[in-house]
């Protein structure tokens, strides 16, 4: 016979065990989706900072419009992940209030160098987005989520536009941006290490 103690250990610790339980299957299905919604939370919130730090920029000139469109369409994008948060009792990131604020910079300080390196700060960061959505369209597929159909469609959707996005800053001439490379490199860089960090903090 097991001691209580031995026992208590032995549940705690087997993999075995853990793995053979419907209830873990469903907690560590349940971490992986919660990860997955808690960076695009953040993601799609520093995303709609950008485009209001560049639109204090650009507001009454020709360009005011064209990111003002992008905007909307990132509020429905974070209104959509707001909600899968409070449904499903999600924890949203912890650094919620530093993306605030970086995102605003980004677009802002983006915006004052011009309107190319504006747009190529769109192409950097809706390109990382983009290839972010693709991963988590993969996993959701390959995990067998079939219950998750519908944010597999809306997470693809949300992909399609970014993309869009994305052929908005090449047209309005991205490319065209002083240190172009160079500066795409570091968003980029700045971009994987904020999805990083919110898939764990
Ligand atoms: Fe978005
Ligand atoms: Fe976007």
Known sequence: MMSRRTFVRYMSSSPKWKQNSPLFADKESKAVLDKMIRVDHAGELGARQIYAGQLAIFRGTSLEPVIEEMAEQEKKHLNAFNRLISERRVRPTA????????????????????????????????????????????????????????????????????????????????????????????IKAGCHAAIYISERV
């Not at 192409?123 to 067998?144: F, T, W």
């Not at 159909?149 to 490319?175: C, N, Q, S, T, V």
């Open 95 to 186: 650094m919620m209030p530093v993306w605030r604020v970086a995102g605003y910079a980004l677009g802002f300080g983006s915006a004052l160098v011009g309107k190319e390196a504006a747009m190529a700060c769109t192409v950097a960061v809706e390109e990382v987005i983009a290839e972010h959505y693709n991963d988590q369209i993969r996993q959701l597929h390959e995990k067998g989520f079939e219950k998750e159909e519908p944010l597999r469609e809306m997470i693809k959707k949300f992909r399609d536009e970014e993309l869009e996005h994305k052929d908005i800053g090449i047209e309005f001439d991205a490319e065209m941006a002083p240190m172009y490379k160079a500066m795409s490199q570091v």
